[in-house]
Structures are given as structure tokens and as C-alpha cells.
């Protein structure tokens, strides 16, 4: 809808709301419309990249609705909202590309209007929206910091190549778009910069401090937990470990004497974090703790149970010591797996008791708890997983003779696994979250860049 109306009425391009809000400003705060925003998974890419799908302008938009709809609703669910998505992005690129035919009135709005400025008036209609181009207010933020703050880099990308200047903005608390970046946690907006600038540019962004003396390592140290532009991901231990890789990417930015530098407050980067993090560190400590105690009980129970398996024989020994059932597969399998357990048990439970047993500062969070965790619970799944196939290859044995005919004992040993599948499905997001905690050096975007 916003395309035709800016096809037929070009001149709302550049009107400010009642707010002095422009559209380009308002189009920033939309990050949903937007790839660079968005969190497809990689099998949602695949279908992303794969649709047929191109631009339209406003004439096409207004022939396609009603085809698009009709072919929305032929497909399944999974592929409609991809295309939901992906017209999303192709409108919001093409409000970004018509606005940007004027940039300077879509940044400031204003200006004298009229049949030469090919904005969609009528022939010898002439308009005055503003009489004089305003200079914006030192109070408010611009188009292109709030798509900074917002994570948008390709509002930043159409702006910087046709106002240059807009790098060097700064907003009311005197923060420009480096530091909004980093306040808002955005580090794919901070490597974009630092990529696409000049060296001696970039050094002039890290340098600068807001009006309350904060350097990039000042706000990096501020905590996210319980705010709205939190990272993507779930339990305080993980937001904790985000936190911190967070401030040591930020701290490999910026020059060594950063660190020692005090605000308006004389509080250094590091007192920020000590300070901020308290909360977060002793959440973290007790999930951790909850966590540990409670998986460490499963481990020593499947050990003990490993333990035993592996020292029992199905069918016995012979005299010579050698077992009855050497050399049958389900027996072969039986030991394989029961010696499996045993392991994974162990190694689960030194994992949990490790955890249980350190210091827990803060420190611990940035590699070595998240590791241990992540060790840990795949070592209790797959302890998990021994165990029943441990069981299974043992217990085969015993009705083999009377329910091998038609697979009967095939599908009774798969339906074991249905308990194992579904503690599988319950701690695939948080195995997930660890994973990528632990191999990630920079954290993603966060949900959402608010903070202006």
C-alpha cells in the first residue's frame, strides 16, 4: 500500500508527521522489511534464495495482489510464510530506492515544491510544504542512526553512498553510529563500518565519547539481561556468556588505554561490568548449579547401571571362560554398547562435578562452563542412548526364539527410543544455544536495537 500511495502522491516522500518524523526515518525503525534483520534458518535460506520472486513496481503491485494472494494460497504453510517474507524485503527495498531519489528532502524533509521537481503534480501546480530546509534538532536522532541502532545496514549503505556525511552524525546524548551500534548490539553493523571505511574514518567513530564520557568499551560493558535488545538466546548463563564476548570483541577494537579510561562517573569499563553483571552471574551460578546437580543424578544412576551391565554375561561363560554367545551380533553389540555407556557416564559425571566444583567468576563463563556444559549433556545422551541399546541387545536373547517371525521384536526395541527421542527434541534448543555460544567469537544481533 505504501508503494502505490508513493506512486501517486510522490510529494508524502518527504512530509514529516506530526512527531517531525519523516518516512525514511519511521522506514528505519522497520526490521522486519529488511534481510539484513532477518533470522531465517538455513533450510528457510535455501527456500528464500530459491523463490521466483523479482521486484514490481506500483503498477505491478496493483496487478499481482489479487493473482499473489491466490497463489499464496495454493502453497503449503512453510513455503507462504517465506513469501511473505521475501515480498516483505522486495517492498521494503523498493520504498528504500523511491525515497532515496531525493535523499537530501527524505533525510530533512521540506523544501520548495513544484512541476520541475518531478515529484507527481499536475502542470502549473505549485507547492510550498516548507519554506526554509530545517536543520535537524540536536533532540532527536536521524534516518541513519536509527537504522544503525536498528541493525538495517542496507538503509545505511543507500544513505552513505548518497550523503557521505552522514557517517560523522550524532544524536542528542552526542553518540554517532559507532557507539549506537555498540549500545545497541549490532556487530554486524560495527564489521560493515570497519570494513567498508577508511581506517582513519573508523578511528574517528571509536574515538569520540556521548555526553556522559562513555567510550565503545564503557557501553559494550553495560548489561543486556532483562532489556529489550537482549541477545537471541535463552537462560541467563548463555546471556552471560554473549555479555562477555561481547566486551572482549569491543575491547579488541578500541586501543589497550581504553580500558583505563573513566566516564563522567570515574568508573572504568571493567568496574561498568563488574557492576552491571552481579545479577546475571548469580542467576547464572544457580541455573548452573540446578542444572549440574540435576544431570549428575541421571549420570551416576546410568553409570552404576552401565557398570553392572558390563559385567554380566547373557548366556554365561563356558568352563573355559569364554562366553556362550561369543561371536552372535546382538551379543557383539551388547558389549560395544554396555563399555559406551560406561564411559560417556563417567565422562558426564566429571563434566556436572567440575561444574559443581569451580569458582564460578565471571571469567568462567566466557569458555570453560559453557564447554563443560556442552560436554557434559552429549555425553549423557549418548550414555543415554548406549544404555538402551545396551539393554535391547542384551534382552534380545531372551525373546528371540518366539517373536523374531514378522520384525515383532524390531518394532518393540524402536519404540524405546520414543523416551530418548523426546529428551532429544526437549534439549535440542538449549544443546543448540550451546554450540553456538561456545564456537561463536562475536555474538549475533540482538532482538531489537531500541536505544536511541
Known sequence: MAIIIMHYYKVLTILKNKDDITPLEILATKTSAFISRNTLSWRQRIMYYCLPLRNHDAKEVLKSLKRRTIFKAKVKNGLKAIITIKMKHIYGGLLLKEMMKIPIYSLLGGGVINQKDDLGFDSGMETKILTETKVKSKAKTTAYLTAASHGIVEIMSELESKTKSVVSETNFNNENVLLLAVKNRQPHVIQRLKKDLDEGVFQNLYLRVNKDKNTMLHLAAYTSYERENTWRISGAAMQLTWDIKWYKYIKELVPEHFNNKFNNEEKTPSDIFKEQHKELLQDSVEWLKDTSESCSVVAALIAGVSFATSGSVPGGNQQTGVPALKGQPAFEVFAISSLIGLYFSVTSLVMFLSILTSRKEVEEFHQNMPMKLLFGLSSLFVSIVAMLVS???????????????????????????????????????????LVKVVWKKVPPPSIRGVLL
Open 391 to 433: 539393554f535391547c541387545a542384551g534382552h534380545f536373547f531372551v525373546l528371540a526364539d518366539k517373536y523374531t517371525m514378522g520384525g515383532i521384536l524390531f518394532y518393540l526395541y524402536i519404540s524405546i527410543c520414543f523416551p530418548v527421542a523426546f529428551y532429544a527434541a526437549a534439549q535440542f534448543p538449549l544443546f543448540i544455544d
